[in-house]
């Protein structure tokens, strides 16, 4: 099958932000994509990736399992953005590189626990509620520097930043609002995490307002593959 396609909407989306990164003189180097795969072949990451992009997240813990394993030969670093289980914990714990949505002290203890049996240490982002929106998942803002403070006395997770889902509406001023909040966050809270170094947030559709207020990681998954069928 031609996925010609996919390199040319990672070039646009590149191009895009390179835009962006010169309008708000922002640094292209400083922004870390993240290639969200979830219900798309194996075949489409394997060619993303022979086109030098190497990051790719999945949001459920069973996907990420059969890609990782159908592409094994390939030195993909797989990002899990999704809600996790503390019952599947140790089903990713091997292969993931950076687990974006921790947002309890229960599953941080169950990635700690793992990640010791095998000697390793993972990195993890702290994911906030910040449209606080009932459905959604994330700490509460409030909760956010004690849940990092406790994370961060964990021996084998090393707490690498913040993530944030900004409200689903076309309300601009909204969704603005719920990055600023993050943004404020890691930066109140960085003195005391010196390893802190991502601030995601951005997808395809508020990609643009997300590194206007200091986004350096992009979660970009329709812009590149496609829009999904879920049916």
């Given at each position: 099958m031609d996925y010609d396609y996919l390199k040319d909407n990672y070039a646009k989306f590149t191009d895009d932000v390179k835009r962006i990164c010169k309008r708000t003189g922002r640094?292209?180097?400083?922004?870390?994509?993240?290639?969200?795969?979830?219900?798309?072949?194996?075949?489409?990451?394997?060619e993303l990736f022979k086109a030098g992009h190497i990051e790719f997240g999945e949001n459920k813990v069973q996907e990420l399992r059969v890609k990782?394993?159908?592409l094994k030969d390939?030195?993909?670093?797989?990002?899990?953005?999704?809600?996790?289980?503390?019952?599947?914990?140790?089903?990713?714990?091997?292969?993931?590189?950076?687990?974006?949505?921790?947002?309890s002290m229960k599953l941080a203890l169950e990635i700690d626990a793992q990640a010791k049996k095998r000697n390793k240490i993972i990195d993890i982002l702290v994911q906030v509620n910040t449209s606080n929106e009932m459905q959604k998942s994330g700490c509460e803002i409030e909760c956010t520097e004690n849940l990092c403070k406790d994370i961060s006395m964990l021996e084998n997770i090393?707490?690498?930043?913040?993530?944030?889902?900004?409200?689903?509406?076309?309300?601009?001023?909204?969704?603005?609002?719920?990055?600023?909040?993050?943004?404020?966050?890691?930066?109140?809270?960085?003195?005391?995490?010196?390893?802190?170094?991502?601030?995601?947030?951005?997808?395809?559709?508020?990609?643009?307002?997300?590194?206007?207020?200091?986004?350096?990681?992009?979660?970009?998954?329709?812009?590149?593959?496609g829009y999904r069928n879920y049916l």
């Open positions: 640094n292209i180097e400083d922004i870390k994509l993240v290639a969200i795969s979830k219900t798309f072949p194996s075949e489409q990451v394997a990782c394993e159908e390939l030195a993909i670093k797989w990002h899990l953005v999704g809600h996790l289980q503390t019952n599947k914990v140790k089903y990713i714990i091997d292969i993931v590189y950076l687990i974006q949505s921790v947002d090393r707490l690498k930043g913040l993530m944030t889902i900004g409200k689903f509406t076309d309300d601009e001023v909204i969704i603005r609002e719920n990055f600023r909040t993050l943004k404020k966050l890691f930066e109140e809270l960085k003195p005391e995490h010196k390893e802190f170094e991502y601030l995601s947030m951005g997808m395809t559709s508020d990609y643009e307002i997300a590194l206007e207020e200091g986004a350096n990681m992009l979660r970009i998954g329709s812009a590149i593959f």
